[in-house]
């Protein structure tokens, strides 16, 4: 068995990064550090609220660090838009509950940047929420470039449509101008986009069944999915896109997707803002094509 990875997950939870956090927590593949939190589904109090809940729930004893409440530069997006997708709790309809542990005093950027030094070159930032807090660190923290190893962040949509407007995905659109300074960094980047994770899909009846074979950690789970699915449903879809847990996966198995190496920039303002454009600006890997059933028989089966 090769070393797990060393990973941070940078997230909005929101039913997807539940999914993903719990998944992260029962990979052997995976060492988790710590997870940070941002505004996004939800706002970053009930984030980081959500993210300890989490922690209680798959036993994870790791620190928790609070980050941005809001973007970079544009305004931030109505609540009551992403509280329609993801409950105005961050989990569908399940009511809020009192997490056992506090946050850790550091907040999400020098979180990152300290755990960067002390594990230098060896720590795989897994960014699944608006980038806001790894732009911070880049600004805040002149050797956090190279200290990194590398960023995989669910956002962006190459060839296909965004999710929020026809141009631009959920997490890219909340903070365009975070991406931008990202992609500039230098980092070795992989964009996990909805090119591939509208690819990866989760039904009720997975969902379901995962809650019947693991009632501990995945009964969590089925109430919140059941809401999620529904607007995919609605859409006529089979199921709810497996965004986030499609980018964590991808840390720790990227042979299951398609990557290429192209120049990507994010247009920063007009109606086409937030769109992740391909052709021009800094070389990024982009995932272009995943073993979708392959993915969902590993997210599906980790849980012993
Ligand atoms: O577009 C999907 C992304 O936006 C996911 O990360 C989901 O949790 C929301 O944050
Ligand atoms: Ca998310």
Same mark, same amino acid.
């Given at each position: 068995?090769?070393?797990?990875?060393?990973?941070?997950?940078?997230?909005?939870?929101?039913?997807? $990064?539940?999914?993903?956090?719990?998944?992260?927590?029962?990979?052997?593949?995976?060492?988790?550090?710590?997870?940070?939190?941002?505004?996004?589904?939800?706002?970053?109090?009930?984030?980081?609220?959500?993210?300890?809940?989490?922690?209680?729930?798959?036993?994870? $004893?790791?620190?928790? &660090?609070? %980050?941005?409440?809001?973007? +970079?530069?544009?305004?931030?997006?109505?609540?009551?838009?992403?509280?329609?997708?993801?409950? &105005?709790?961050?989990?569908?309809?399940?009511?809020?509950?009192t997490p056992q542990r506090t946050p850790t005093p550091e907040?999400?950027?020098?979180?990152?940047?300290?755990?960067?030094?002390?594990?230098?070159?060896?720590?795989?930032? #897994?960014?699944?929420?608006?980038?806001?807090?790894?732009?911070?660190?880049?600004?805040?923290?002149?050797?956090?470039? &190279?200290?990194?190893?590398?960023?995989?962040?669910?956002?962006?949509?190459?060839?296909?449509?965004?999710?929020?407007?026809?141009?631009?995905?959920?997490?890219?659109?909340?903070?365009?101008?975070?991406?931008?300074?990202?992609?500039?960094?230098?980092?070795?980047?992989?964009?996990?986009?909805?090119?591939?994770?509208?690819?990866?899909?989760?039904?009720?009846?997975?969902?379901?069944?995962?809650?019947?074979?693991?009632?501990?950690?995945?009964?969590?789970?089925?109430?919140? +999915?059941?809401?999620?699915?529904?607007?995919?449903e609605e859409r006529g879809l089979p199921g709810c896109g497996l965004h986030?847990?499609?980018?964590?996966?991808? #840390?720790?198995?990227?042979?299951?997707?398609?990557?290429?190496?192209?120049?990507? +920039?994010?247009?920063?303002? %007009?109606?086409?803002?937030?769109?992740?454009?391909?052709?021009?600006?800094?070389?990024?890997?982009?995932?272009?094509?995943?073993?979708?059933?392959?993915? @969902? @028989?590993?997210?599906?089966?980790?849980?012993?």
């Amino acid at each position: 068995m090769p070393k797990p990875t060393k990973m941070i997950i940078d997230t909005d939870p929101g039913v997807d $990064d539940a999914m993903a956090i719990l998944y992260a927590a029962h990979d052997p593949a995976i060492e988790l550090l710590g997870l940070t939190t941002v505004f996004g589904n939800v706002p970053v109090q009930k984030a980081t609220r959500n993210a300890l809940r989490l922690c209680d729930l798959a036993g994870l $004893d790791i620190p928790v &660090a609070e %980050g941005a409440a809001r973007p +970079s530069v544009v305004a931030p997006l109505d609540p009551a838009e992403a509280a329609r997708i993801h409950g &105005a709790e961050g989990f569908g309809p399940v009511p809020p509950q009192t997490p056992q542990r506090t946050p850790t005093p550091e907040d999400a950027a020098d979180f990152m940047a300290s755990m960067a030094r002390r594990y230098r070159g060896e720590v795989t930032l #897994c960014a699944i929420g608006p980038i806001t807090n790894v732009a911070e660190a880049l600004r805040r923290h002149p050797d956090f470039a &190279a200290n990194i190893a590398k960023i995989v962040f669910m956002g962006g949509a190459a060839q296909v449509p965004g999710n929020v407007t026809p141009y631009a995905e959920a997490n890219t659109y909340q903070d365009p101008h975070a991406l931008a300074e990202v992609l500039a960094s230098g980092i070795p980047t992989l964009m996990v986009g909805l090119d591939v994770t509208m690819q990866t899909t989760g039904s009720r009846a997975d969902f379901a069944a995962l809650a019947k074979r693991h009632p501990d950690h995945c009964g969590f789970l089925q109430r919140p +999915s059941d809401e999620y699915i529904g607007i995919y449903e609605e859409r006529g879809l089979p199921g709810c896109g497996l965004h986030d847990p499609a980018a964590v996966i991808a #840390c720790v198995a990227p042979d299951l997707f398609n990557t290429s190496k192209i120049p990507l +920039s994010v247009v920063l303002k %007009g109606p086409e803002i937030g769109r992740t454009l391909p052709g021009v600006g800094a070389t990024t890997a982009v995932c272009a094509g995943v073993d979708a059933q392959q993915l @969902e @028989e590993r997210f599906f089966s980790m849980f012993g």
